[in-house]
């Protein structure tokens, strides 16, 4: 039969205070086990004195809180004791009995421990009884015989079984680092059983869950766990350290044998290809594995120089545009800016989408270089017929597959318990797009990677649909092909306004390049995270990719890149925050960097980066701090020096038609403006002007108009 599985964590006297059992519980809580709590208990059994106080963080992580020892009394006259009755009293379902630390400290006896079961039973108390023989028996070869002593002691005390698990613990083996063999264990554990058939019942017997116990670690529990007579494992040193959730996770049952025939059946069912089955395998795995996905900054060492794209001396080669394809990554939804279409579709600048100055871009390139440049567009499955409608009248730019690639979609994975998420009310909530690292395999499974390299094209520039600063360049071009690279990162100085966002950085280990998000941040490196003048580089997203290179790296991986897995919790229909929790397994395309040896980055200007990620990017970059150039890119204006306006617009104006409210007669003019606050409900007249530093203040709640004229380093109160 099979029998649930239980660890246990024995603090015992420990740790010193309890401010560092409450950061030990916050550490578990931040990569909890991935473990199905219907197939495993977790019990601990932290010192008397904390067990009310911690016990909410405890539940909270799906455990149960455990005492390490009960009276055998009632209440009364006991100086020094608590009750089964109290403990259960308090909510507290367990307690260890017969730990050897009382038996060979506190000079509790065979008798004693009979009495406390006895009492645990009337209360309804689980019991987990400690037994086990010290080094002398063991090499006395009288081991079977102190358990079965320590057992049968107890045995006529028992009424309820199901209340009852034994922890089997050599003494030897206690805090001494001198682990069972697992054989050892295993033995033992059997004659245990076996006892209990014969003194009990086979049925008892059958369903008891022992535990073995000392010098349990994430390094030997492994092997341990393997053998049948061998339910969990009480843990004591082990219990004190983050790493304890690995015990839990390889005590449970890999989710992965459990839950991945699910998700394959349901992503086959949905028509997904091979590859984008590998890629959510690879990222399920990661997820379940519990793995620790943190980069601490131990193991970072600060990137000092990279070549700038003002120094580059390559002669340009014109040559190579025919070998290169241009990407725009054209799957975001602008929900997050009332947009329930392609970002790309929102007006930038009179009349003109994204999409219409990309296709303005490219035809402008195609004409400056005298040559045909392949041009192609990732989009999502909510993305792809509005954009191909769009694009239609620009026949010029290519139609069907030869325009488009669209994105996979994955599986969303409801939290509980890792299953496939089921949302039949609308089933098409059980899936999101995997984040845009999903252009690896989405490039691979759709058959596009294949049918470009065949076409002789070797050479990828990708970036976002929302950055209309990042063209071909061809000096850039030149300097990526004769690098030798497999790929490139562009990458911008990070100033204070950036802090909060990811850098790149230098992994110690590999000495190659990576990147770091701040999800991937501990808490306790943030300082550093934030350091500008450390980590002086952030990812542009404008990146550059050698398609042989990306095909020689999916054939050493087995056909799934190995990129870093993020986890997002939503609910299942985003809209209804009361239905069920899920997962959203995503990663990003820059993270790439860490999986190609020699990967390089390159510094650019801030005119290369212009992406609309709110209201306010999209204020400033219609104002006339942006210029629209011939070749149909906005930029930076040059007086500007590299350095956009920061505005900061009301909740309110959070959508873009709110904010188009706020501008009726057109922009304002923000040339000379350094940051403008706009709090409450407010139109601009046709000519205003703000210079420096400008804060507008409506705060009436009724709308009221900011008239035409120069606003310089003031706070207008309306
Ligand atoms: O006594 C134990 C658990 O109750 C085992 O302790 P260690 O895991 O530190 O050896």
């Keep these: 039969m099979s029998r649930k599985y239980i660890v246990g964590g024995n603090w015992k006297c420990n740790p010193a205070t309890m401010k560092e059992a409450n950061s030990l519980l916050k550490e578990w809580k931040k990569s909890p086990p991935?473990?199905?709590?219907?197939?495993?208990?977790?019990?601990?059994?932290?010192?008397?004195?904390?067990?009310?106080?911690?016990?909410?963080?405890?539940?909270?992580?799906?455990?149960?809180?455990?005492?390490?020892?009960?009276?055998?009394?009632?209440?009364?006259?006991?100086?020094?004791?608590?009750?089964?009755?109290?403990?259960?009293?308090?909510?507290?379902?367990?307690?260890?009995?017969?730990?050897?630390?009382?038996?060979?400290?506190?000079?509790?006896k065979d008798e004693d421990c009979a009495e406390k079961v006895a009492k645990c039973q009337e209360a309804g108390l689980g019991v987990i009884l400690c037994i086990g023989e010290t080094?002398?028996?063991?090499?006395?070869?009288?081991?079977?015989?102190?358990?079965?002593?320590?057992?049968?002691?107890?045995?006529?005390?028992?009424?309820?079984?199901?209340?009852?698990?034994?922890?089997?613990?050599?003494?030897?083996?206690?805090?001494?680092?001198?682990?069972?063999?697992?054989?050892?264990?295993?033995?033992?554990?059997?004659?245990?059983?076996?006892?209990?058939?014969?003194?009990?019942?086979?049925?008892?017997?059958?369903?008891?869950?022992?535990?073995?116990?000392?010098?349990?670690?994430p390094d030997n529990c492994a092997e341990l766990i393997t053998k049948p007579n061998i339910d969990g494992f009480l843990v004591g040193g082990a219990s004190l350290k983050p790493t304890f959730m690995d015990i839990v996770s390889t005590v449970g049952p890999s989710k992965m044998v459990d839950m991945w025939p699910k998700f394959e059946e349901k992503m086959k069912k949905e028509g997904c290809n091979e590859t984008a089955i590998a890629a959510f395998k690879y990222n399920y795995g990661v997820l379940v594995s519990g793995a620790d996905v943190m980069i601490p900054e131990s193991k970072l060492d600060p990137v000092d120089k990279l070549p700038e794209y003002e120094k580059l001396t390559e002669k340009p080669d014109p040559r190579l545009l025919k070998k290169t394809l241009i990407l725009k990554l054209n799957g975001g939804l602008g929900t997050g800016m009332g947009l329930d279409r392609a970002k790309s579709l929102l007006t930038v600048t009179e009349g003109n989408t994204f999409l219409d100055l990309i296709a303005q871009q490219v035809a402008s390139m195609k004409k400056d270089f005298n040559t045909d440049l392949k041009f192609m567009l990732m989009?999502?499955?909510?993305?792809?017929?509005d954009t191909l409608e769009a694009l239609?009248?620009?026949?010029?730019?290519?139609?069907?597959?030869?325009?488009?690639?669209?994105?996979?979609?994955?599986?969303?994975?409801?939290?509980?318990?890792?299953?496939?998420?089921?949302?039949?009310?609308?089933?098409?909530?059980?899936?999101?797009?995997?984040?845009?690292?999903?252009?690896?395999?989405?490039?691979?499974?759709?058959?596009?990677?294949?049918?470009?390299?065949?076409?002789?094209?070797?050479?990828?520039?990708?970036?976002?649909?929302?950055?209309?600063?990042?063209?071909?360049?061809?000096?850039?071009?030149?300097?990526f092909v004769h690098s030798g690279a497999p790929f490139m990162m562009e990458v911008a100085e990070r100033t204070d306004a950036d802090k909060k966002g990811g850098h790149l950085a230098v992994d110690k280990a590999s000495g190659g390049l990576l990147l770091r998000e701040s999800a991937q941040c501990p808490d306790e490196d943030e300082k550093e995270f934030q350091n500008v003048a450390k980590y002086k580089f952030f990812n542009t997203n404008n990146l550059w990719v050698d398609l042989v290179a990306l095909k020689r790296e999916f054939r050493r991986n087995d056909g799934a890149l190995p990129l870093p897995v993020m986890k997002n919790s939503k609910t299942v229909d985003p809209r209804d925050k009361a239905s069920t929790k899920v997962l959203q397994l995503e990663t990003a395309m820059g993270a790439a960097i860490q999986c190609f040896q020699g990967a390089s980055a390159l510094v650019i200007p801030r005119s290369r980066f212009a992406?609309?990620?709110?209201?306010?990017?999209?204020?400033?970059?219609?104002?006339?701090?942006?210029?629209?150039?011939?070749?149909?890119?906005?930029?930076?204006?040059?007086?500007?020096?590299?350095?956009?306006?920061?505005?900061?617009?009301?909740?309110?104006?959070?959508?873009?038609?709110?904010?188009?409210?706020?501008?009726?007669?057109?922009?304002?003019?923000?040339?000379?403006?350094?940051?403008?606050?706009v709090e409450g409900p407010v139109t601009f007249a046709k000519g205003v002007v703000f210079k420096g530093t400008v804060t507008v203040k409506n705060g009436t709640g009724s709308e009221k108009e900011l008239a035409a004229g120069v606003y310089e380093d003031k706070t207008v109160e309306l």
């Design 34 to 108: 991935l473990v199905d709590p219907s197939k495993v208990d977790v019990v601990i059994c932290p010192p008397a004195l904390w067990m009310s106080s911690l016990g909410e963080s405890i539940e909270g992580l799906g455990m149960k809180t455990c005492a390490q020892n009960v009276g055998k009394n009632d209440a009364g006259a006991f100086t020094g004791e608590w009750t089964a009755a109290n403990l259960q009293d308090l909510g507290i379902t367990w307690t260890l009995v017969g730990h050897s630390e009382r038996r060979t400290k506190y000079g509790e």
């Design 135 to 217: 080094l002398d028996e063991r090499e006395g070869g009288k081991t079977d015989e102190v358990n079965k002593r320590q057992l049968a002691a107890v045995l006529p005390k028992v009424k309820d079984w199901s209340k009852i698990v034994i922890a089997y613990e050599p003494v030897w083996a206690i805090g001494t680092g001198k682990v069972a063999t697992p054989d050892q264990a295993e033995e033992t554990q059997a004659a245990i059983r076996n006892y209990i058939k014969g003194a009990v019942s086979a049925d008892v017997a059958d369903k008891l869950q022992i535990q073995y116990g000392g010098s349990v670690t």
């Design 379 to 385: 989009n999502s499955f909510s993305t792809s017929k």
């Design 392 to 479: 239609s009248k620009y026949s010029d730019l290519g139609t069907g597959s030869d325009l488009e690639f669209v994105q996979n979609k994955a599986p969303k994975v409801t939290a509980s318990d890792m299953s496939p998420a089921d949302w039949s009310a609308e089933t098409a909530h059980e899936w999101c797009p995997p984040g845009h690292g999903d252009l690896y395999p989405a490039m691979l499974g759709s058959g596009t990677l294949e049918k470009l390299l065949k076409k002789g094209y070797r050479y990828m520039f990708v970036s976002n649909s929302d950055n209309l600063g990042a063209t071909m360049d061809l000096k850039i071009l030149t300097h």
């Design 611 to 677: 992406p609309v990620k709110t209201t306010n990017d999209l204020l400033a970059l219609r104002s006339d701090a942006y210029k629209l150039t011939e070749d149909f890119r906005i930029v930076l204006a040059p007086e500007r020096e590299g350095v956009p306006p920061d505005v900061k617009l009301d909740g309110m104006y959070k959508f873009t038609d709110a904010m188009e409210k706020l501008i009726p007669n057109g922009p304002p003019s923000l040339i000379n403006c350094k940051k403008l606050v």
